[in-house]
């Protein structure tokens, strides 16, 4: 299993539903992010499907974040490629008592490391709604910059990414 200095990188799980439908029931999580997502148990149930089933299509998905030093589930990051996205791209949720850590950044970085590194891409994006500091902030920190504005699923959102440092 990847892990970063104080997080554990693994495979989500339906183990994992209780704490991730807990994170999503967060109004200002579930609201911040660009995929939309409700609040319910159903929501977060579809949510977490899906993550899975992009690791079974894809090879690859978002990992959950577990605190090395408590073992408790943080979030999700990883890197992530639906059909109609924009690229391969990196993404991040916490839960609200674990903003403010680091934790997105530090996972958001292995993440960005692992598509260079293990997925061989070229370039890595990020899908971040207009309005959301925290996360342009993580972007930017991880070595994003903002490349456009586009649509996508209907709503306007920003384009961040970089290019795979040279060889």
């Not at 342009?136 to 996508?152: F, K, P, S």
């Not at 384009?159 to 795979?164: F, P, R």
Request: hydrophobic share 40%; net charge positive.
């Amino acid at each position: 299993m990847p892990e970063t200095e104080r997080l554990i990188l693994r495979p989500l799980t339906g183990d994992d539903f209780a704490d991730y439908a807990a994170m999503l029931a967060d109004p200002e999580v579930a609201g911040g992010l660009a995929e939309s997502v409700g609040g319910s148990p159903a929501d977060a149930w579809r949510s977490l499907a899906m993550f899975i089933g992009h690791r079974q299509i894809r090879g690859f998905s978002h990992w959950a974040l577990i605190e090395k030093s408590t073992g408790r589930f943080v979030g999700r990051a990883g890197p992530w490629q639906p059909h109609g996205f924009p690229g391969l791209g990196v993404g991040w949720c916490l839960a609200r008592p674990h903003w403010g850590k680091g934790y997105a950044t530090e996972a958001a970085r292995a993440a960005v490391r692992h598509c260079f590194t293990v997925l061989g891409a070229s370039e890595v994006v990020s899908v971040i709604l207009p309005g959301n500091r925290r996360s342009v902030a993580v972007a930017e920190r991880i070595g994003h910059r903002h490349l456009r504005d586009l649509t996508y699923r209907g709503r306007r959102v920003h384009l961040y990414g970089q290019q795979a440092p040279p060889a």
